[in-house]
């Protein structure tokens, strides 16, 4: 492994990280707040670039353990930087702090804070920045704001990438990455226009953009959407929500040559059909439950549905009030997430689809062993040996969500239901769960031990537990030639 090459990367990326407290401070100058907080941060994350001022150069090629190290290495660095604003500000303490910069990365959602109400304006902001940074990728938005001279970022954008994914192995990167940027760009401006216009303050309508489009779920006040009694304003929420789980890629694709392929898109097709599908189901049971009734029922149904399929974590009506069946659907929402490439958490469409098509293939082999079957999904065909990652993840990612349940019960005061839902809820990065930590709930009252676990499964969700896994092993350290 070149550490050197890591650790340079790793130090621009801070270097990236810290000039862009530069708009946060300027909505604490607007505020008339403390910049204090800001400016020590950025401090911090400009020494390890001043450290390493003179090794300019870095291999252009790095190795899968460089790129794996650097990912990993980058995000945990980013997130423990990102506390210390929280911290000078006064109001959380490290542990905390890092938590819910944690949650801000990688798109969760869920908060520590209590009160809303009395956190600095330039806080809130920098909450929902940490969304936006967090939401397309810190690679890609790196490389997009500061493309690097050599092709050293390349591989790095593969694993901090979610789901499997065309893109991917797209031969001009960065002009992907900068592509890809301007897309998220333009949605986060029109979302927030449209917030503006349809009643929201213009605080509000910016950071509420930067949360749905990064499907991170930060609000600016208490009680999330539900704060604006108004339906439009959900329904327009909505929408951006559920295209911020389509794979941005496509977004690219349509701009540059087919402005269909959207709809064309498997993967999103199944993603779109299970939120419908869902939403009407969730609309029916609680209309007999007698919960909610007529066009609330039915606004609330797709709300909730299009916030947790997409893993964005809006809040807009009190879901763990609704029947059970109405709970578990959430729940297997949760685990799915949205498409690869998307913004969204959980396991993926694509993902799912190919489980679901691999047992379909097995069975007809049963039946008709000389036929040769293959799974076409967009533009890539999966074989029977290209599925075994599949498997794998499909497999870890199911028991790091019962290992991280049994933890989080070691406690003594989570129940073995709220655990499990608290686990699915931080793996998948959705963030409000059921029972204790539900939709109405936050995170304030958690134990030390509690925030460190579901810290640690919120990074691994995002980095979709490999990455950060890898990093583990004493044998990833050792020199080899991969």
């Known amino acids: 492994m070149n550490i050197h090459a890591v650790f340079t990367l790793l130090a621009r990326l801070l270097l990236w990280g810290g000039l862009l407290l530069i708009f946060p401070l300027i909505v604490a100058i607007y505020y008339g707040e403390s910049l204090t907080p800001f400016l020590w941060t950025m401090i911090l994350a400009f020494l390890p670039a001043v450290i390493l001022h003179r090794q300019r150069h870095v291999e252009s090629r790095l190795t899968i353990k460089d790129s794996i190290a650097v990912t990993a290495l980058a995000w945990i660095s980013v997130s423990f930087i990102y506390l210390f604003p929280y911290v000078w500000s006064g109001v959380l303490t490290p542990l905390s702090a890092w938590t819910e910069s944690v949650s801000g990365l990688t798109g969760t959602g869920a908060t520590v804070f209590a009160d809303l109400n009395q956190v600095p304006k330039s806080l809130l902001f920098f909450r929902s920045l940490t969304h936006w940074i967090g939401g397309l990728g810190i690679i890609v938005v790196f490389m997009a704001l500061f493309p690097p001279s050599g092709k050293e970022m390349t591989p790095m954008m593969s694993e901090e990438s979610t789901g499997p994914t065309s893109y991917r192995t797209v031969p001009r990167i960065k002009e992907m990455a900068k592509a890809l940027f301007k897309v998220y760009f333009c949605l986060t401006a029109l979302a927030g226009l449209i917030f503006f216009l349809l009643g929201m303050t213009p605080f509000d309508a910016i950071n509420h953009s930067m949360s749905a489009i990064a499907t991170g779920g930060f609000s600016t006040h208490n009680e999330s959407v539900a704060y604006y009694n108004n339906g439009w304003l959900k329904i327009a929420i909505l929408f951006f929500m559920v295209i911020s789980a389509a794979n941005f890629g496509l977004y690219v694709a349509a701009w540059k040559k087919d402005r269909w392929i959207l709809f064309k898109d498997r993967e999103f097709r199944v993603f779109l059909l299970l939120w419908i599908g869902t939403s009407l189901l969730i609309f029916l049971n609680v209309m007999m439950s007698g919960i909610l009734s007529g066009e609330k029922a039915l606004i609330e149904a797709f709300f909730t549905t299009g916030s947790v399929a997409s893993t964005t974590g809006f809040v807009s009506a009190d879901f763990d009030n609704w029947p059970a069946f109405s709970r578990f659907l959430l729940l297997l929402l949760m685990i799915i997430g949205g498409c690869g490439g998307s913004t969204s958490g959980g396991l993926k469409v694509t993902r799912l689809i190919l489980l679901v098509e691999s047992v379909y293939m097995t069975l007809r082999q049963r039946i008709h062993p000389e036929e040769v079957r293959m799974i076409k999904i967009g533009d890539t065909t999966y074989r029977t040996n290209t599925l075994l990652p599949i498997f794998g993840f499909f497999f870890f990612y199911i028991g790091a969500i019962f290992i991280c349940a049994i933890l989080l019960t070691v406690d003594g005061y989570i129940s073995i239901s709220d655990a499990l839902g608290l686990s699915i809820a931080a793996m998948s990065n959705t963030g409000p769960a059921l029972g204790q930590f539900g939709a109405t709930c936050n995170w304030a009252d ?37």
């Open 446 to 482: 958690m134990s030390a031990y509690t925030k460190i676990i579901i810290s640690i499964a919120m990074l691994l969700g995002r980095l979709e537990s490999f990455t950060l896994l890898a990093i583990c092993f004493p044998s990833f350290w050792k020199k080899s030639r991969w």
